[in-house]
């Protein structure tokens, strides 16, 4: 960092690096993190347990073991093998994405006073999120909604073609179909990572704050991407670290005959599985504000970049 570069808060307020990013999100959290935990573990709590209920309803891969003992299986064999996970995985990630939008709108408003290097109250964060609530949760139900409706496209011709006779030939295509889709999806959910922030800073309503994301991303989708999957990558490492002896423990419990370390030809005991949300949503709440901080901080950034933000931060934070 140069030493003209002023840093009143967690980060010097000029365009970041990914590092300075990543690191100035675990600063937020380090030093404000009596404000978030409680809402955090709530989050971390709904996810895992969402994510528990998915696991025993779609655990038992027999099918799987059927499909390896099966040489000569159709397209339409191995999507009905591999539709209790695709399910699962995908139900768990609309419920992630829905907890993600609600962390990610909390962290903006303290990201944005620990920049200047300020404080929020318990009772400011509150009136804040309280402020936007309705937004925010049209918001969280809308870009799930978004997923489901762009990978559904994708999958649809095959589908149709799969109900009117060609089972296998539908099956292949809305499998190829789903998977483009997801790319799709991926794209567009890149442009619309920062509404968020959009919408608690900037006080617009949810398709305003969309357009917005769009506009401060188009141009650096790949540089978004890159910070994200960073701190995607950090805290995956830091959950499962968190998680690995709650993992342990509940197969202690469980017998050592759990589905979720060993054994894959039966249903998850409730015991291992509730002793693993209870390691993941400790993880959850520890490293949900770090990727949700660096949404913010890369919003910040984005506007620092293309609007010259830093000048009025910089006087802002000369003000007091």
């Known amino acids: 960092m140069r030493a003209a570069d002023p840093k009143p808060g967690v ?4 365009p970041l690096g990914a590092g300075e990013i990543l690191s100035g999100s675990i600063d937020t959290l380090r030093l404000h993190w009596r404000k978030v935990i409680g809402y955090t573990v709530v989050v971390g709590a709904v996810v895992e347990a969402a994510s528990a209920l998915l696991q025993h309803r ?25 539709g209790g996970s695709l399910a699962a995985s995908g139900l768990t990630l609309l419920v992630t994405m829905f907890a993600s939008v609600i962390a990610t709108a909390l962290m903006a408003t303290v990201v944005s006073r620990a920049v200047l290097g300020r404080q929020i109250s ?6 804040d999120i309280r402020g936007r609530l309705p937004q925010l949760l049209g918001l969280a139900v809308l870009l799930p909604l978004i997923t489901c409706v762009v990978v559904g496209v994708g999958a649809l011709p095959g589908v149709l ?19 483009g889709g997801a790319v799709v999806m991926m794209w567009i959910f890149i442009q619309l990572s920062l509404t968020s922030p959009a919408l608690m800073l900037e006080g617009q309503g949810v398709l305003a704050s ?12 790949w540089r978004i991407l890159g910070v994200q999957l960073l701190a995607l990558l950090v805290v995956t490492l830091a959950t499962a670290l968190i998680g ?14 759990s589905s979720g370390l060993f054994d894959t030809s039966t249903t998850s005991s409730w015991s291992y599985l509730v002793i693993v949300a209870v390691g993941g949503t400790i993880g959850t709440a520890l490293t949900l504000p770090i990727t949700a901080g660096c949404t913010t901080l890369l919003y910040l950034d984005q506007r620092i970049r293309r609007e010259s933000l830093d000048i009025e931060l910089i006087r802002a934070a000369r003000e007091g």
């Open 58 to 82: 779609f655990s038992d891969t027999s099918s799987l073991n059927d499909l390896e003992n099966n040489p000569d299986a159709s397209a339409s064999d191995i999507i009905h093998a591999l």
């Open 210 to 221: 969309m357009k917005r994301s769009w506009k401060l991303v188009s141009g650096f989708w």
């Open 11 to 14: 980060v010097p307020l000029r």
């Open 244 to 257: 690995l002896p709650f993992m342990l423990v509940g197969d202690a419990v469980a017998g050592g005959s």
């Open 122 to 127: 318990a009772s400011e964060l509150r009136r």
């Open 161 to 179: 073609i799969a109900l009117v006779g060609a089972k296998d030939a539908g099956s292949a295509l809305a499998l190829l179909g789903g998977i």
